[in-house]
C-alpha cells in the first residue's frame, strides 16, 4: 500500500513539474516574443484572470491580464479573480 501511495506522489510531482515548466516557458516567450499592443487592448480587464486547465496534467495554469507587457506573470493554480467569457 505504501508503494502506491509513493507512486502516485511522485506522478504527482512529475506533473506540476511539467506545469511549472510550462509556466516558465510562457513567461520567456511573453518576454522574448510579446508585442507591446496585444497588451494596451486588455483595458478595463486589468488585473483578471484566465484560467487554463491542462487535462492531461490534471493541474492549472493562470494568466493574469495586464496593459503592460513588463507586468505579464502567470502561475500553477486555479484562479482568483477570474474573466468569463459566457
Do not use: S, W
Not at 20 to 30: D, G, S
Not at 57 to 79: N, P, Q, V
Amino acid at each position: 500500500m505504501a508503494g502506491n501511495e509513493r507512486t502516485i506522489r511522485a506522478e504527482n510531482m512529475i506533473n506540476e513539474t511539467k506545469i511549472l515548466n510550462i509556466v516558465r516557458l510562457a513567461k520567456m516567450l511573453v518576454d522574448l516574443f510579446g508585442q507591446d499592443e496585444p497588451f494596451k487592448k486588455v483595458g478595463k480587464l486589468e488585473g483578471k484572470e484566465v484560467e487554463l486547465y491542462l487535462e492531461d496534467l490534471e493541474g492549472y495554469i493562470t494568466f493574469i491580464l495586464t496593459y503592460d507587457k513588463e507586468k505579464f506573470d502567470c502561475h500553477m493554480g486555479r484562479a482568483k479573480n477570474p474573466y468569463q467569457l459566457l
